[in-house]
């Protein structure tokens, strides 16, 4: 039952699972949790609606066992309201029988992400069900403050993006008025009481520390050891390093690896490594893509355990690796 979606263990006593064609047809109040959400500051919301030729069983019951583990416990057969695992964001879907289509929203103030998670576990729902046929629309999100009925294509909006020359607005079918496609895709608007683009830079950030957290699990599960993964490599003489690597130390500081706060470990001695011709020339191709690499993702990464990100570019750029030295 767990493999084909039709009930997901709780965590409870045992092996207790919840059997999803067996919850409640009648909504739980999830409206309090939900309404609670916008109020907050900043919030911003994504939505989209799957109307569908015909609403077959499973929907969206398959998708609620599937995403289970972002459960809010507030499911019904109809619905479910769902929450990051972070906690900041809230998903709600809403499946109409009778109109035969299906809502998924998201509030938070970038929905994005959170968005399209679920929005994949929805489409891999659909899959299922050969033949079946979707429109995808979206609904307006108003003009100033006050709401608007008009709604988007999905497809259409796609087709403006991939222009020549992409479109970044389309026009309310009701209102007349232009609407930014990023606001309707993302939840944003570039025009906002804060800065879009640290927001972006913050999401970047985090992404790409995820990944890498992921990335360092997944190779340390691998090998089954619990030996080191996070380390710093920094020349003991960092003037004299540049000039001449080979016959310089190198000082390798252990790093902490919870999630989220890397950074060198204080209080400990660093291991000295003394630079031989083998050790670099094996190391050259890794300083390489490092340098380049550096130069695009060390303003995201390296401050936050610690590092000057223009010292450890302009540094290991300025290395000339040659094992001949």
Same mark, same amino acid.
């Given at each position: 039952?767990?493999?084909?979606?039709?009930?997901?263990?709780?965590?409870?006593?045992?092996?207790?699972?919840?059997?999803?064609?067996?919850?409640?047809?009648?909504?739980?109040?999830?409206?309090?949790?939900?309404?609670?959400?916008?109020?907050?500051?900043?919030?911003?919301?994504?939505?989209?609606?799957?109307?569908?030729?015909?609403?077959?069983?499973?929907?969206?019951?398959?998708?609620?066992?599937?995403?289970?583990?972002?459960?809010?416990?507030?499911?019904?057969?109809?619905?479910?309201?769902?929450?990051?695992?972070?906690?900041?964001?809230?998903?709600?879907?809403?499946?109409?029988?009778?109109?035969?289509?299906?809502?998924?929203?998201?509030?938070?103030?970038?929905?994005?992400?959170?968005?399209?998670?679920?929005?994949?576990?929805?489409?891999?729902?659909?899959?299922?069900?050969?033949?079946?046929?979707?429109?995808?629309?979206?609904?307006?999100?108003?003009?100033?403050?006050?709401?608007?009925?008009?709604?988007?294509?999905?497809?259409?909006?796609?087709?403006?993006? @991939? =222009?020549?020359?992409? /479109? %970044?607005?389309?026009?309310?079918?009701?209102?007349? $008025?232009?609407?930014?496609?990023? #606001?309707? *895709?993302?939840?944003?608007?570039?025009?906002?009481?804060?800065?879009?683009?640290?927001?972006?830079?913050?999401?970047?950030?985090?992404?790409?520390?995820?990944?890498?957290?992921?990335?360092?699990?997944? @190779? =340390?599960?691998?090998? /089954? %050891?619990?030996?080191?993964?996070?380390?710093?490599? $920094?020349?003991?003489?960092?003037? #004299?390093? *540049?000039?001449?690597?080979?016959?310089?130390?190198?000082?390798?500081?252990?790093?902490?690896?919870?999630?989220?706060?890397?950074?060198?470990?204080?209080?400990?001695?660093?291991?000295?490594?003394?630079?031989?011709?083998?050790?670099? /020339?094996?190391?050259?191709?890794?300083?390489?893509?490092?340098?380049?690499?550096?130069?695009? #993702?060390?303003?995201?990464?390296?401050?936050?355990?610690?590092?000057?990100?223009?010292?450890?570019?302009?540094?290991?750029?300025?290395?000339?690796?040659?094992?001949?030295?």
């Amino acid at each position: 039952m767990e493999r084909f979606d039709l009930s997901y263990r709780t965590g409870g006593v045992g092996y207790e699972s919840l059997i999803v064609e067996w919850l409640p047809f009648d909504p739980l109040d999830y409206e309090t949790d939900w309404e609670a959400k916008r109020e907050e500051p900043n919030c911003c919301e994504v939505a989209l609606r799957f109307d569908l030729n015909t609403l077959p069983p499973g929907i969206p019951t398959w998708f609620i066992a599937r995403e289970h583990r972002f459960s809010t416990n507030l499911h019904w057969r109809r619905g479910g309201l769902f929450q990051s695992r972070d906690g900041k964001h809230l998903g709600l879907i809403r499946a109409d029988e009778h109109e035969r289509s299906v809502h998924l929203e998201v509030r938070e103030p970038y929905p994005g992400d959170f968005f399209a998670l679920l929005r994949d576990g929805l489409d891999l729902t659909f899959d299922r069900y050969p033949g079946l046929r979707i429109d995808r629309v979206i609904p307006c999100p108003g003009h100033g403050d006050g709401p608007c009925n008009g709604e988007f294509l999905l497809d259409n909006i796609l087709s403006r993006l @991939e =222009k020549q020359t992409p /479109k %970044t607005t389309i026009e309310c079918p009701v209102a007349a $008025e232009n609407v930014d496609i990023a #606001a309707l *895709l993302y939840g944003w608007h570039p025009a906002t009481a804060m800065d879009p683009l640290a927001a972006q830079i913050g999401e970047l950030r985090d992404e790409m520390r995820r990944e890498f957290e992921i990335v360092a699990f997944r @190779e =340390k599960s691998k090998i /089954k %050891t619990e030996c080191p993964s996070l380390f710093v490599l $920094e020349p003991s003489n960092r003037k #004299a390093f *540049l000039k001449t690597v080979v016959g310089h130390k190198v000082h390798l500081r252990l790093c902490c690896e919870a999630p989220g706060h890397q950074h060198p470990v204080v209080g400990e001695e660093p291991y000295e490594i003394d630079v031989k011709p083998e050790w670099l /020339k094996e190391m050259a191709p890794y300083l390489r893509g490092g340098a380049k690499v550096l130069k695009f #993702a060390a303003p995201f990464v390296l401050p936050g355990i610690g590092i000057s990100a223009k010292d450890a570019a302009k540094d290991l750029g300025s290395i000339d690796i040659h094992a001949s030295h």
